[in-house]
């Protein structure tokens, strides 16, 4: 449905009789309304007020959402893609261990499970590409100097105790 079939439904359905009588209740022209109605893709500063002239969101006039209620909730937004691009070999697998190891540790102050995995997939991102310095023939990078270097535990080390 284009905007101005979702007017003209919307007009309808709250018992407004006219394109002009919505333009009068709205605080616009009768032109503004009408270019509106016959022209699909057509924006207008204006559809805030026609909105609620017909007692509805913009959402709902611009097609976001097919709920006309005033108190419908906003339409969900689109997740966010993390676009990562990676050297094809990958460290050892007690190089990806301890990165792991590491990862979990720092969420150990979520209380609840989801809290967790958002903040594992928050860190996720810069854990791997610090993974770089890990790949055979790379000179791992010393940690900056207001960081400190986590201490973990590898298999080996386990062992020894």
Request: aromatic share 4%; hydrophobic share 40%.
């Amino acid at each position: 449905m284009t905007i101005g079939d979702r007017i003209e439904l919307r007009r309808k359905a709250i018992g407004i009789k006219t394109q002009t009588a919505l333009a009068v209740r709205a605080g616009v022209g009768q032109s503004t309304l009408s270019g509106l109605i016959r022209k699909p893709y057509r924006w207008s500063p204006y559809l805030v007020q026609i909105a609620r002239a017909l007692e509805t969101t913009v959402e709902y006039l611009v097609g976001e959402t097919d709920d006309p209620d005033v108190n419908a909730h906003p339409p969900t937004p689109e997740p966010v893609i993390q676009h990562v691009m990676m050297a094809v070999a990958m460290p050892s697998e007690a190089a990806l261990a301890r990165m792991f190891l590491g990862l979990l540790k720092t969420s150990k102050n979520a209380k609840t499970m989801d809290e967790q995995a958002l903040l594992l997939a928050k860190r996720l991102p810069s854990a791997l590409s610090q993974l770089r310095d890990l790949l055979p023939g790379t000179v791992p990078s010393a940690p900056a100097p207001t960081e400190r270097a986590p201490v973990l535990a590898t298999p080996d080390h386990e062992r020894q105790r």
